[in-house]
Every structure is written in structure tokens, then in C-alpha cells.
Nanobody, 125 residues
């Protein structure tokens, strides 16, 4: 089991940047990590995923070119750098540990083994 704790959310103006962190503990080796986001009344949606060694990433079309996932294996921490933020990026952001065998491309609600508690990101117009 992997335990995850997010931090770094907050309020930012449109066009600004934020960096989220996801500190992982437990059985983190060979675990791919994903980021999802959710707004009230909507299903949690996939944002990006990064492989266990940081070598492979995959992004949703809505954030491609603006968001960057990275991983510091020595610190067991995954980061989500969010640039050129838009009001529609406002959501609670969750990091997630993929179940055994989950690839970055197959990361989805159905393949997540554990979730962090979430961190609020609000982008004002």
C-alpha cells in the first residue's frame, strides 16, 4: 500500500503558476503516480501520470503543454508544475498510486490503488 499526501494548492490569477507536491510513502518502488482533478458535481478526471522512475509521462489534452509532472525518487515526491493556469483548471487535485501493472497510459479511476487527500487549486479570472 502507498500513502500519499498532497500540498501546494492555493489561489492564483489566470496566467499564473503553481506547483503541487505529492509525498509518497510505503511500497513506492515500481509504482506509477497519477494526478487527477475534480470539480463539484463532476467525475474525477485524469490529468497526468508519471512512471516510477520518472522516465515516462502522459498528459490529458486539456493540460498538455502547460503542466509538467516530475519525480524526485530520493525524496519519494512527485511534482506537478502548472503554468498558464486558466479558470477552468480550478478543482481539487488528487495524486494517486496506480495498482500493480498500471502503465502511465492506463492510469484511470479503475486502476488507482490509493488516493491522497486532495488539495484545492483556484484560478481567478
Amino acid at each position: 500500500q502507498v500513502q500519499l499526501v498532497e500540498s501546494g494548492g492555493g489561489l492564483v490569477q489566470a496566467g499564473g503558476s503553481l506547483r503541487l507536491s505529492c509525498a509518497a510513502s510505503g511500497r513506492t518502488f515500481f509504482t506509477n503516480i497519477g494526478w487527477f482533478r475534480q470539480t463539484p458535481g463532476k467525475e474525477r478526471e485524469f490529468v497526468t501520470a508519471i512512471s516510477w522512475n520518472g522516465g515516462t509521462t502522459y498528459y490529458s489534452d486539456s493540460v498538455k503543454g502547460r503542466f509538467t509532472a516530475s519525480r524526485d525518487s530520493a525524496k519519494n515526491t512527485v511534482y506537478l508544475q502548472m503554468n498558464s493556469l486558466k479558470p477552468e483548471d480550478t478543482a481539487v487535485y488528487y495524486c494517486a498510486a496506480g495498482a500493480l501493472g498500471t502503465t502511465v497510459r492506463s492510469m484511470s479511476l479503475a486502476t488507482v490503488a490509493s488516493w491522497g487527500q486532495g488539495t484545492q487549486v483556484t484560478v481567478s479570472s
